[in-house]
């Protein structure tokens, strides 16, 4: 790898243990009928894993870099926020590890890097409107896997999920010393 790829993947999340048991939720939960979407999808990994099992993919991402090595990884990929570029309807799964360490403004440095981790002083900042809109683009009996931190804390995002019109199952979790990821799998009520 050269140099100018190396700053280039440093401008993009790589898979870490999130990443990991979100993808494993996903390769278990995806159908090769289904239309999924991953969200936030980084270098493509969580998105590759439910090409794995035959789903029609797409990848989204604000993130140029992230855009170009997803590409790169063979996933078809819209550059974009969140579900906004996708139609009412279009997919039966949706995927997202979103950014949700929670930053101080002062901690906000503004690259890229800062922007796939950082969830705000709640930890929230990008969940909550990924919940207000996720359900314009899911099918009639869509679903979404959702990984949530403890430092977000998850019995909050359970209940703007419920807001949002979801029922919401813990799927997987992992216990860390600082933190437990849980993925939530949100049903429509």
């Known amino acids: 790898m050269g140099l100018d790829e190396r700053r280039e993947r440093e401008k993009v999340y790589q898979p870490a243990e999130d990443s990991h048991l979100l993808a494993t939720a996903a390769r278990g939960e995806a159908s090769p009928t289904d239309r999924a979407l991953d969200v936030g ?89 990924f919940l207000a809109d996720v359900g314009r683009v899911l099918a009639s009996e869509g679903r979404v896997l959702l990984l949530v931190s403890s430092l977000s804390d998850i019995e909050t995002v359970v209940e703007r999920a419920n807001e949002a019109g979801f029922a919401s199952t813990t799927v997987d979790e ?10 939530l799998r949100l049903d429509r009520e």
């Open 41 to 129: 999808t980084g270098s493509g990994y969580v998105a590759a894993a439910m090409a794995e099992t035959g789903a029609y993919v797409l990848g989204t991402d604000p993130n140029p870099h992230a855009c170009r090595e997803a590409r790169d990884n063979d996933i078809r990929v819209v550059r974009g926020n969140l579900t906004d570029p996708f139609r009412a309807g279009a997919f039966d799964l949706v995927t997202f590890n979103p950014p949700y360490l929670p930053t101080t403004p002062e901690e906000a440095v503004g690259d890229w890097m800062e922007m796939a981790l950082a969830g705000g002083e709640s930890g929230r900042d990008v969940i909550e409107p």
């Open 174 to 183: 992992e216990s860390f010393p600082f933190e437990t990821l849980s993925v």
